[in-house]
């Protein structure tokens, strides 16, 4: 067995584990793999062991190895220039990084040029940490209620990053609390919201995030190897 296949097959029962602990089904919790500092070739044989989904943080890197790899699921989980949403629209199956209000507006205007409907995520920041984008959890009702004068923008969940700490228990209430969020706008039935995904968690924390439920986790390293 290669070292990448030992990798997905570990990474992989523990989320089934995890998903076993939140009572969840294993199936029901999409891996993206990390793939920024991954070639080709790494690429293709991911992709042969099963890997259906990758996320890159940048968008000339997405549109590199998509042209490589059309096959699979691309999801751009980096933080989104407006010069670069032009170059997106139509080619990543989810933006994960909707982190501001500027954001949306240029998305829908672009989004309309194209005739293209965009799925996103609101990235929330739960931790409060300055070096990490998103809107505040008290922000969260004022700005999906206002997404619903969008026709091409959609709202498919929520994304937040825990703090990187040591110990992956540290990073248990931050992901609680994006769950209440997530929850409590699942209740209210927004125009272009449909709470489809919460996506919580990477390589340190990401059984954590799975109890906390979880169903899209990010994960690079413990697939790839550290590289960065």
């Known amino acids: 067995m290669t070292e990448l296949a030992g990798n997905i097959q570990t990474v992989r029962e523990k989320v089934r584990k995890a998903a076993m602990r939140a009572g969840t089904n294993p199936h029901d919790i999409c891996l993206v793999a990390v793939s920024k500092t991954v070639g080709p070739d790494e690429i293709g044989h991911a992709c042969q062991l099963g890997i259906a989904d990758f996320g890159e943080n940048r968008v000339q890197d997405l549109l590199r190895k998509q042209s490589e790899y059309p096959q699979v699921r691309w999801h ?12 997106i629209i139509g080619r990543a199956c989810l933006i994960h990084s909707l982190d501001r209000w500027e954001l949306a507006e240029y998305i829908e205007r672009r989004a309309e ?4 409907v965009v799925p996103t995520l609101l990235q929330v920041n739960i931790s409060g940490e300055e ?6 959890p008290h922000e969260v009702p004022d700005f999906l209620a206002a997404i619903s004068q969008f026709k091409y923008l959609r709202i498919q969940g929520l994304m937040t ?65 550290p590289r960065w």
Request: aromatic share 8%; glycine share 8%; hydrophobic share 35%.
């Open 76 to 87: 751009m989980i980096g933080h989104l220039q407006t010069n670069k949403v032009k170059d």
């Open 113 to 116: 040029k194209q005739r293209f």
């Open 131 to 136: 070096s990490k984008g998103g809107v505040r």
């Open 161 to 225: 990053m825990a703090p990187e700490v040591d110990d992956p228990e540290e990073t248990r209430p931050v992901f609680k609390e994006l769950r209440k969020i997530f929850d409590t706008t699942k209740k209210q039935n927004y125009p272009q919201v449909e709470m489809r995904y919460l996506s919580m968690g990477m390589t340190q924390d990401y059984e954590v995030a799975i109890e906390e439920g979880a169903n899209m986790v990010r994960v690079g390293r413990a697939l790839f190897g």
